[in-house]
């Protein structure tokens, strides 16, 4: 059974940091995209960053510069690194894989092709 478990969200104060953590389980972690999206309250929910099995990724324009991605497959784990973060990033983040044990040499953005999702983990930046 595939299983992912986010934590690492909180409150923090505009230009502060948080990590957020992602445990996976269930499927051979080390192949497959994997991604973090976030849906803030009546808004669709959008994607923010995706890594592949090669550690290449890719950022939603809103956070590049900002958002680092990366995962350590030792620990099944993936992280959201967010720097210098602002009001319009609150939200519930969710991690997410797109297929198991299916290599990703490129990875993707689109909500659809994702199929396994975690609970989600709340992120509030207040000014």
């Known amino acids: 059974q595939v299983r992912l478990r986010e934590s690492g969200g909180g409150s923090v104060q505009v230009g502060g940091s948080l990590r957020l953590s992602c445990e996976a389980s269930?499927?051979?972690?080390?192949?497959?995209?994997m991604g973090w999206f976030r849906q803030a309250p009546g808004k669709e929910r959008e994607a923010v960053a995706a890594?592949?099995?090669?550690?290449?990724?890719g950022y939603a324009d809103s956070v590049k510069g900002r958002f680092t991605i990366s995962k350590d497959n030792a620990k099944n784990t993936l992280y959201l690194l967010m720097n210098s973060l602002k009001p319009e990033d609150t939200s519930i983040y969710y991690c997410?894989?797109?297929?198991?044990?299916?290599?990703?040499?490129?990875?993707?953005?689109?909500?659809?092709?994702?199929?396994?999702w975690g609970q989600g983990t709340q992120v509030t930046v207040s000014s």
């Open positions: 997410a894989a797109v297929a198991t044990g299916v290599y990703c040499d490129a990875p993707t953005l689109n909500k659809y092709e994702y199929a396994h």
């Open positions: 269930g499927f051979p972690y080390n192949r497959g995209c």
């Open positions: 890594i592949g099995s090669a550690d290449t990724s």
